[in-house]
């Protein structure tokens, strides 16, 4: 007779019913832990595919994509902050940083913010912070800085007030009341008060400069790489004789000592920068005669390359074009202006004269051939014979022909004496010829003889050029 245990063989045996049952099930719950793990990773997969096609349309839409991958991490962003507002966020961010238990990232015209905790409503909160401390600082309020008379124009269109209007929107004017001559500043309180240093220091006969840098710039550099960096700095100081500052954080470097020097020191800055920044740091040397061109009707191409994401400066004494920023923003402003340049080589023409008679002879006899110059090829003709020089500008065709013909005269023809550039208000400028039949430059206000000059009818001289026309094609120049 069989036993209970000898019933119980078989269920135990290996291959038995029990054994099998629980083979399927460890089978069914291995299969489940799979299909899970499996969807999970389809999940991060779909998140990243899903984070790289909004990072894409981002991009696409004209957004900065650091700025749109760090939203998709969780990061609160502050665009489009002007320069004067990001010089004091980059003095202020180590203290909100530890303050409100946050990281902070600069860029040249943004901020990124990620709480440390992962608390998206601390990053807001020190997001809110942040726009209250910049409060004071961009108030829109209205300053009059004395300025000596004798010295005003030389002041307002000094290059570091202009840079300075160009980044921030200040405006500046000259204006008299009972004080005497001064500037009149409108715009935010921070432009306003760094424009009244840079005027004071003008005023005094001081230099006034400042070179603009991406906030967080030397963060990148290595403890050497930085080292090096500040002996090149000690040995541009001793050679130029003017003194540069970079304070810790900040988003420039100040230039103080004579006009000169400090003219000389900025230029050698721009080098070291671009040596030690190859992609984040360069400066482009324009065409005296494009620097307005570059800069764009009401300086709005200047704009238009400030909100790339790099910080722009556009020197206009010295035609040059400053770089600062993350190396998409800077290709991507360089590649702006070299389009705008070579349209501008296309659309404009800028000739040599051999002498200041050659000038003349383009003029022509009352302004006939120069007329007929304008309206044969529809170019617009600027004549200098003082500074022997003629700019062409207009459409391409136009300003090659326009060129052509005026090589022709200086080949075969003379010209009659005179001085001064025509203008397209009939003026000449210098020894300035006005179609009233006065000649302007000299002294006084009380007659054409005071003025130094003569009427028209009274000169035995040669016949007063009438007012120029306007070619039909002429562009903005």
């Known amino acids: ?17 029990l054994q099998r049952k629980r083979q399927r099930k460890g089978s069914g719950e291995k299969t489940r832990k799979t299909k899970s793990m499996e969807r999970k990773r389809q999940r991060k997969r779909f998140g990243r595919i899903r984070r790289c096609k909004e990072a894409i349309n981002g991009v696409l839409m004209g957004e900065e994509p650091k700025d749109v991958l760090a939203q ?13 507002s990001m010089g004091h966020l980059a003095k202020i961010k180590g203290r909100i940083e530890q303050d409100m238990n946050v990281r902070i990232e600069l860029d040249a015209r943004s901020a990124r913010i990620w709480s440390k905790d992962n608390d998206h409503d601390k990053a807001i909160d020190a997001k809110e912070k942040i726009e209250e401390e910049m409060e004071d600082i961009t108030t ?19 290059s570091a007030l202009r840079q300075l209007q160009d980044q921030t929107g200040l405006t500046a004017n000259v204006c008299k009341n009972d004080q005497g001559t001064g500037i009149r500043l409108t715009g935010l309180s921070g432009a306003i008060q760094e424009a009244k240093a840079l005027i004071e220091r003008r005023s005094t006969g001081e230099g006034a400069e400042f070179l603009a ?31 540069v500052t970079i304070a810790e954080g900040s988003n420039r470097a100040d230039f103080r000592g004579g006009p000169d020097e400090v003219r000389q020191a900025k230029s050698e800055l721009q080098k070291i920068l671009h040596f030690y920044f190859p992609q984040e740091c360069d400066t482009i040397e324009l065409p005296p005669e494009s620097v307005d061109w570059v800069a764009g009707d009401d300086d709005r ?12 400066a556009l020197d206009r004494a010295a035609a040059t074009m400053w770089m600062c920023g993350n190396p998409r923003s800077v290709e991507q402003v360089r590649n702006r202006i070299r389009n705008s340049l070579q349209r501008w080589d296309r659309e404009h023409a800028v000739i040599r004269l051999p002498s200041r008679e050659s000038g003349w002879a383009i003029i022509g006899k009352g302004g006939s051939t120069i007329r007929e110059l304008q309206t044969s090829t529809q170019a617009r003709i600027d004549v200098d014979p003082d500074n022997q020089r003629v700019t062409i500008s207009g459409k391409e065709d136009s300003v090659r022909e326009a060129k052509a013909r005026i090589m022709d005269i200086i080949g075969s023809r003379g010209g009659w004496g005179g001085g001064g550039a ?43 050029p009438p007012k120029r026309a306007r070619g039909r094609g002429a562009s903005r120049w």
């Open 1 to 17: 007779m069989k036993t209970c245990e000898d019933m119980k063989g078989p269920m135990k045996r290996e291959g038995g019913p």
């Open 72 to 84: 998709l991490d969780g990061a609160v962003l502050i665009k489009n902050i002007e320069p004067m």
């Open 140 to 158: 829109v309020d209205t300053l009059t800085v004395t300025v000596p008379a004798n010295i005003v124009n030389q002041v307002i269109n000094d």
């Open 213 to 243: 840098l991406m906030p967080g710039l030397f963060q990148k550099m290595q403890p050497k790489a930085y080292s090096d960096f500040q002996r090149d700095l000690s040995f541009l100081m001793q050679n130029t004789g003017a003194q």
């Open 301 to 312: 191409e200047l704009m238009r390359l400030q909100s790339a994401g790099a910080v722009i």
């Open 422 to 464: 025509w203008r397209d208000d009939g003026e000449r400028k210098g020894g300035a010829w006005r179609d009233d039949g006065e000649r302007k430059g000299g002294k006084g206000d009380d007659g054409p003889a005071e003025r130094g000059g003569f009427e028209a009818a009274a000169s035995p001289g040669p016949e007063e």
